[in-house]
C-alpha cells in the first residue's frame, strides 16, 4: 500500500466556487506559473504516485461558498485516479484544509477526532484539535491559550485486509515573523511564533501519547513547517517541533519514525534531505527545506516500510524522465513524500 502527503500550493486557486477546475491561461497562486500548466503538471504527478491516499496539505478552502470534498473529487474524476474520493476533518478560515483523496476500493475511512471540546478556557489535556490547549509556553507560570489555526485531521482507517490504522494529518503553523518591520521584531515576532508551535507539537505529541498506550498502528504525516536544525531559534528551545513530535528523548518504544527525520538529526554537516525548494528572490536563488514527513509507530516499522521523496534533483529516476520532471517542478513548491508498505 502506498501512503502519501503533498503540500499543493495554492490548490484553491484551480477550482471555481463549484468545485470545477478553471483550465484555463488564468495565473495560479503559484508564482509565473499558468492554471493550465499547474493543473496539467498535477495530473501527471497524481497519476505517477499512485497512490492508495494522499494527505493533501493546503488542499482547497472549504467555507459558505466552496467545498473540499467536490473540488478534490473532480480533480480525480478528470485526472482518472484511483484514489478518487475525499474526505475532510475541521474546517479551518485560512483557505488552506487538510484532505485526504483515498481510493475507496482499499480503504475505508471515517473522520474520528480524539480529546474533548472545550471552551474558551482550554484544556492542558490533549484537547480536540478544533479546540483550545492552555500551556505556559514562555514559562511565566500563567498559561497561554494554544490554536490550531489548522486543525489536524484525525482518520480512522481500515484497509481491504481488515488492518486497523489511525492517522493524522498535520499542517504546522509557520514561524515566518509577518508584521516584522525592524530586526528587533522579526526576532520577538519569531521567538513568539516558534513558542506557539512548540505548544502545538507538545499537543500533538499528547494525543500520539494516548494512541501508543492504547496500541494503535499511528501514521502522522503532513507539513509540519520546522525540522531539526532548521532554524537559529531551535538553539534557544533546546529542540524543534518534528523531534517532540517522535518522542526523540524518550525511549525507543515510544518513537515515532521517519527515516528523512533521522538523517537530518545527524547534524548539519550530514548530507540533508529536502521536501521543498523556495526561490529568494532577494538572493537570486533557491532555499531547499525538510517540511514534509511521514512519522510512523513502532510496530509499523516491521511491515516493510520504504520512504521516498520525489524531488526530481535529488532523485535520478524521477530525473531521467523529463515530462515527470517539470511537473514536479511546477505543480508545487513542495514535493511529494511517499510511503510503501505491507498492510
Excluded at 279 to 307: N, T
Aim: glycine share 8%; proline share 6%; with cysteine.
Amino acid at each position: 500500500m502506498r501512503l502519501a502527503t503533498y503540500n499543493v500550493e495554492w490548490f484553491d486557486s484551480l477550482f471555481d466556487d463549484e468545485g470545477n477546475l478553471r483550465d484555463d491561461d488564468g495565473w495560479s497562486g503559484r508564482q509565473n506559473v499558468r492554471r493550465a500548466d499547474q493543473i496539467a503538471a498535477l495530473g501527471i504527478v497524481f497519476t505517477a504516485l499512485d497512490a492508495d491516499a494522499v494527505l493533501i496539505v493546503e488542499a482547497p478552502d472549504h467555507n459558505g461558498r466552496r467545498a473540499t470534498v467536490p473540488a478534490l473529487e473532480n480533480f480525480a474524476r478528470v485526472m482518472h485516479l484511483r484514489a478518487r474520493r475525499a474526505i475532510v476533518g475541521f474546517q479551518n478560515d485560512t483557505q488552506q484544509e487538510i484532505a485526504l483523496l483515498y481510493d475507496p476500493d482499499r480503504l475505508t475511512v471515517r473522520h474520528d477526532p480524539r480529546g474533548d471540546p472545550t471552551g474558551k478556557k482550554g484544556s492542558g489535556d490533549a484537547p480536540r484539535f478544533d479546540g483550545v490547549f492552555r500551556w505556559d509556553v514562555d514559562v511565566d507560570t500563567a498559561p497561554d491559550l494554544i490554536r490550531f489555526s489548522k486543525p489536524p485531521l484525525e482518520l480512522d482507517m481500515q484497509t481491504e485486509a481488515g488492518t486497523r490504522l489511525r492517522l493524522i494529518g498535520v499542517h504546522v503553523k509557520s514561524k515566518a515573523p509577518h508584521g516584522a518591520s525592524t530586526p528587533d521584531e522579526v526576532m520577538r515576532i519569531s521567538i513568539q511564533n516558534r513558542r506557539k508551535q512548540l505548544a502545538q507539537c507538545i499537543w500533538l505529541r499528547q494525543r500520539v501519547e494516548a494512541h501508543l498506550d492504547a496500541g494503535d498502528s499511528l501514521i502522522v504525516l503532513g507539513d509540519f513547517n520546522d525540522g531539526p536544525g532548521l532554524d537559529e531559534y531551535e538553539k534557544l528551545f533546546g529542540r524543534s517541533g518534528v523531534e517532540i513530535v517522535l518522542g526523540q528523548d524518550g525511549p525507543a518504544e515510544r518513537r515515532l519514525f521517519d527515516p528523512h527525520a533521522r538523517q537530518a538529526l545527524q547534524g548539519r554537516l550530514a548530507a540533508q534531505p529536502s521536501t521543498a525548494r523556495f526561490y529568494i528572490g532577494a538572493e537570486g536563488r533557491y532555499l531547499s527545506a525538510l517540511l514534509d514527513y511521514i512519522m510512523v509507530s513502532p510496530d509499523l516499522r516491521g511491515h516493510a516500510p520504504d520512504w521516498r521523496i520525489w524531488h526530481p534533483f535529488d532523485d535520478p529516476a524521477l530525473y531521467r524522465v523529463p515530462e515527470l520532471r517539470e511537473a514536479l517542478l511546477t505543480a508545487s513548491d513542495h514535493f511529494p513524500v511517499t510511503l510503501d508498505i505491507a498492510l
